[in-house]
Nanobody, 123 residues
Framework: QVQLVESGGGLVQAGGSLRLSCAAS????????MGWFRQAPGKGREFVAA????????YYKDSVKGRFTISRDNAKNTVYLQMNSLEPEDTAAYYC????????????????WGSGTQVTVSS
């Protein structure tokens, strides 16, 4: 089992920045690809970003490329999502995920999910 706890969400104005953190505990953190999904009110969960355990391969949703940066610190069992130039459309609950499945962009590729942290971007 892997437990994931997110932090860092909040209310920010458009154009502002937030950094989300996800602390992992339980099974070996480095065994898993780590990532972030989000879910806006009335919409399904969507992939945001992911990073392989060595950090050598990183994936982003097209609409966040150049604005969001995912990173991980395996010594601290923590993954981060730095979000810059935030837009109202980024408003959602953000979920930290961990998994080793072949589907990087799909929720099916992740076994473990955090409980989420809310990000609200005002216009």
């Amino acid at each position: 089992q892997v437990q994931l706890v997110e932090s860092g969400g909040g209310l920010v104005q458009a154009g502002g920045s937030l950094r989300l953190s996800c602390a992992a505990s339980g099974r070996t953190f480095t065994s898993y690809r780590m990532g972030w999904f989000r879910q806006a009110p009335g919409k399904g969960r969507e992939f945001v970003a992911a990073i392989e355990w060595r950090g050598t391969r990183i994936y982003y949703k097209d609409s966040v490329k150049g604005r969001f940066t995912i990173s991980r610190d395996n010594a601290k069992n923590t993954v981060y999502l730095q979000m810059n130039s935030l837009e109202p459309e980024d408003t959602a609950a953000y979920y930290c995920v961990a998994g080793s499945g072949p589907f990087v962009w799909s929720s099916g590729g992740y076994t473990y999910w955090g409980s989420g942290t809310q990000v609200t971007v005002s216009s």
